[in-house]
T-cell receptor, first 117, second 113 residues
Framework: NAGVTQTPKFRVLKTGQSMTLLCAQD?????MYWYRQDPGMGLRLIHY???????AKGEVPDGYNVSRLKKQNFLLGLESAAPSQTSVYFC????????????????FGAGTRLSVL | DAKTTQPPSMDCAEGRAANLPCNHS???????VYWYRQIHSQGPQYIIH???NNETNEMASLIITEDRKSSTLILPHATLRDTAVYYC??????????????FGRGTQLTVWP
């Protein structure tokens, strides 16, 4: 009963390095999301996906890319990390079936803590 | 954009009811009120949602005023494990396929022994 799993849990990067964060869900959800959370702040949506092979920009997409090649996986990439991308990253997923209401019940992973030096 | 106003912090004695208020005076007729919480260092967790009727589940109760401009989340018997940031969110779909959640700063609830 894993739910939403994020890897890695922690990472330290140097400015300019690249990395990929992996999110996997086992609930057969159509929708997946990537958020970032800075200290003392709420979550902000980076990118999201409404199905396999589709992605879209959220509130703060600059500096990030995403891919959804398989329904259960949603990848977040940083091509050239910057100190401003130091944050905690959360992945979430939700249903699309059962009416639109179900889409707003999102299930979150435990987060990835990223530091960019 | 966040359309809700919550107090930044509250505290509650263990075993007592915790009542967390939320103002959403500009809520539209088809917008639902959602509550999530985030325990320190964890991802947010869905608690409950409602449109205009009061709702109750195994975690909490949600009381929405008749004019729907405010609501209260009630944890009937707070425990130390309920210490968390609680987010009140209003949201609906404008005919699109995506439900968006806008997380503000929420209310930090501290339950003390």
């Amino acid at each position: 009963n894993a739910g939403v799993t994020q890897t890695p849990k922690f990472r330290v990067l140097k400015t300019g390095q690249s990395m990929t964060l992996l999110c996997a869900q086992d609930m057969n959800h159509e929708y997946m999301y990537w958020y970032r959370q800075d200290p003392g702040m709420g979550l902000r949506l980076i990118h999201y996906s409404v199905g396999e092979g589709t992605t879209a920009k959220g509130e703060v997409p600059d500096g990030y890319n995403v891919s959804r090649l398989k329904k259960q996986n949603f990848l977040l990439g940083l091509e050239s990390a910057a100190p401003s991308q130091t944050s905690v990253y959360f992945c979430a997923s939700s249903y699309s079936a059962g009416g639109w209401l179900a889409k707003n019940i999102q299930y979150f992973g435990a987060g990835t803590r990223l530091s960019v030096l | 954009d966040a359309k809700t106003t919550q107090p930044p912090s509250m505290d509650c004695a263990e075993g007592r009811a915790a009542n967390l208020p939320c103002n959403h005076s500009t809520i539209s007729g088809n917008e639902y009120v959602y509550w999530y919480r985030q325990i320190h260092s964890q991802g947010p967790q869905y608690i409950i949602h409602g449109l205009k009727n009061n709702e109750t589940n195994e975690m909490a109760s949600l009381i929405i005023t008749e004019d729907r401009k405010s609501s209260t989340l009630i944890l009937p018997h707070a425990t130390l494990r309920d210490t968390a940031v609680y987010y009140c969110i209003v949201s609906y779909d404008r005919g699109s396929t995506l439900g968006r959640l806008y997380f503000g700063r929420g209310t930090q609830l501290t339950v003390w022994p």
